[in-house]
């Protein structure tokens, strides 16, 4: 299959994958960088932090992505939307007490990492949201 003979395909194969690297590896350069700076107490709680942040969302993720891209389009999508902000808001809560009595952690650098796993989690909807309308627009 000559990929460059379907741009469109292409295209979507280059977006998916610069998305997989920056949603999977984000944390994993994170703590390169915490290691890198001799800064190990804090690689160390990155993490364990972003670990269990990352367990939690993909457990959760159940791929709803891909089933809505491929299943349901637009139905039910803003009520996923909503459902995810709130458990977003909750998982942050979780992980954020976690960090403070388990890891005795109280650095503003951590927090807004948790954050960032966070919101990058929830707003992965919200782009297959973007995504079904840009498609139903080209229709």
Do not use: H
């Not at 791929?63 to 389009?73: C, E, G, P, S, V």
């Amino acid at each position: 299959m000559n990929l460059q003979s379907y741009p469109l395909l292409n295209n979507f194969i280059l977006k998916l994958t610069i998305n997989n690297i920056v949603n999977n590896s984000f944390s994993t350069f994170i703590l390169f960088l915490f290691v890198l700076n001799g800064n190990f107490e804090s690689a160390t709680d990155v993490a364990i932090i972003g670990a269990f942040t990352i367990l939690i969302t993909r457990i959760f993720s159940l791929n709803l992505r891909n089933i809505f891209i491929a299943k349901y389009k637009k139905k039910n999508l803003n009520e996923f939307i909503f459902l995810r902000l709130i458990f977003s808001i909750l998982l942050f809560l979780i992980c954020s007490v976690l960090s403070i009595f388990y890891l005795n952690v109280s650095k503003i650098s951590i927090y807004l990492l948790i954050f960032i796993f966070v919101i990058q989690w929830s707003l992965e909807l919200v782009l297959v949201k973007f995504e079904l309308d840009k498609n139903e627009k080209k229709k």
